[in-house]
């Protein structure tokens, strides 16, 4: 269990030594070809950011060497926001007082037909955390109605039992993303002060759960701007290369959503959140090209909390997926208006503008999950 390797680690101390590296220490690792974790360390340290030019070419040539001139195209469809759990960051929070959606049937069908009229054959499920609404009979139902439309059904929701994850592999489910939001264990805590996300452990021990029921793909990350996002990113690495020895079987992406403002019930207007740790446009340039240099097998994606600007720009410098015209509130695809998003979304372009935006830097628009159908 990686919680048994995570225990010998100190927040402090990583941070330190990430804050502790030098203009030579980067010199040296950007001629290596093979990176540590301590590597690692060194290409997300402030000592590496002048160095950004250098890291963005070699970031291009180690993606396009391994997936080539593509960018994967995928589409969030939001479920239910409803949810049992106080979140500091969420507009799903459990103390917000909006009014609560889950589609039924007939909606998410709706919803489906949309997405596919897009283009879209690979879509990724989101709800709140909430068992008794949303929990595995909901789930299980959901993939059993979508299974027939879509090539690639991945989700992110509630963690789940290995068993539970056992039986909706069974029903279709490719993918799951489930990311620690920090591994600051004492400030998770925190940001996290009801509900059963708050039990920092079970969700740390998701991914073994999900190697053990031999998911196709498992999505890692945290939420960028709830704590030091360097010694954040310093424990996804360690906890990627704990999972890849362990279950070499599965693969794996990254994704480092920054924190983006969200509506409250009292005013409708944009909350701010958190703008202690905040992580600038250049700053998550470097994370991306230090994750590829990284690691190159790695899928990197990217979604519509970003600018348009920054999106368009990082397209050749190690980015796999991305994803275009997303609604974050239940129903949005088709009528909705009355259910709150989950956060504000920067980038509202429809998928086919991203798609000729792709086209334009020479690169290819991915519709169908290839690796998938073949496997």
């Known amino acids: 269990m990686f919680k048994e390797i995570f225990r010998h680690y100190q927040w402090d101390r990583e941070k330190a030594s990430i804050l502790g590296k ?18 690692f360390k060194t290409l997300i340290s402030p000592a ?3 160095f950004l030019e250098r890291m963005a070419r070699k970031s291009q040539l180690q993606t396009q060497k391994r997936f080539g001139k593509t960018i994967q195209m995928y589409i969030p469809l939001y479920l239910s926001n409803e949810c049992q759990n106080i979140c500091t960051y ?8 909006i009014k609560r959606k889950t589609l039924s049937p007939a909606e998410i069908l709706r919803e489906a037909s949309i997405i596919k009229s897009m283009g879209y054959d690979h879509i990724l499920l989101v709800t709140g955390e909430a068992n008794l609404t949303v929990g595995v009979p909901y789930l299980r139902s959901t993939l059993q109605l979508l299974k ?5 059904i991945s989700m ?3 963690p789940l039992d290995e068993t539970d994850y056992a039986d909706l592999i069974q029903e279709g489910l490719n993918t799951v993303l489930v990311y620690q939001e920090t591994y600051h264990r ?12 708050s039990n920092f452990d079970y969700r740390l021990d998701t991914p073994d759960r999900l190697g053990r029921a031999e998911i196709h793909k498992i999505g890692l990350g945290t939420l960028i701007g709830l704590e030091d996002w360097r010694t954040d990113c310093f424990f996804t690495a360690l906890h990627l290369q704990y999972l890849e020895k362990t279950y070499w079987k599965t693969k794996y992406s990254v994704s480092f959503p920054r924190l983006r403002p969200i509506q409250t019930l009292e005013n409708d207007q944009p909350k701010a959140i958190n ?15 230090a994750w590829r240099l990284f690691n190159e097998n790695l899928e990197i994606s990217i979604s519509t909390r970003e600018e348009p600007a920054f999106r368009d720009n990082v397209i050749s410098l190690g980015i796999t997926s991305l994803s275009a015209g997303s609604k974050t509130n239940p129903g949005g695809y088709s009528s909705a208006t009355d259910s709150l998003e989950q956060f504000e979304i920067s980038d509202e372009r429809s998928a086919d503008e991203i798609a000729q935006v792709i086209r334009q830097r ?3 628009p991915v519709w169908k999950d290839w690796d998938k159908s073949y496997s």
Not at 148 to 152: C, N, R, V
Not at 277 to 287: C, F, G, P
């Open 22 to 39: 030098t203009a030579s220490d980067v010199e040296r690792v950007l001629t290596k070809d093979k990176l540590s974790l301590d590597d």
């Open 48 to 50: 590496a950011l002048p």
């Open 90 to 97: 969420c507009a799903f929070s459990l103390d917000n007082k």
């Open 148 to 152: 027939p439309f879509f090539s690639s």
């Open 156 to 158: 992110e929701v509630q």
């Open 186 to 197: 004492e400030r998770y805590k925190v940001h996290h002060p009801k509900g059963k996300k």
């Open 275 to 289: 703008s202690l740790n905040y992580m600038s446009d250049k700053e998550l340039v470097q994370l991306i090209c």
């Open 362 to 364: 020479g690169y290819e």
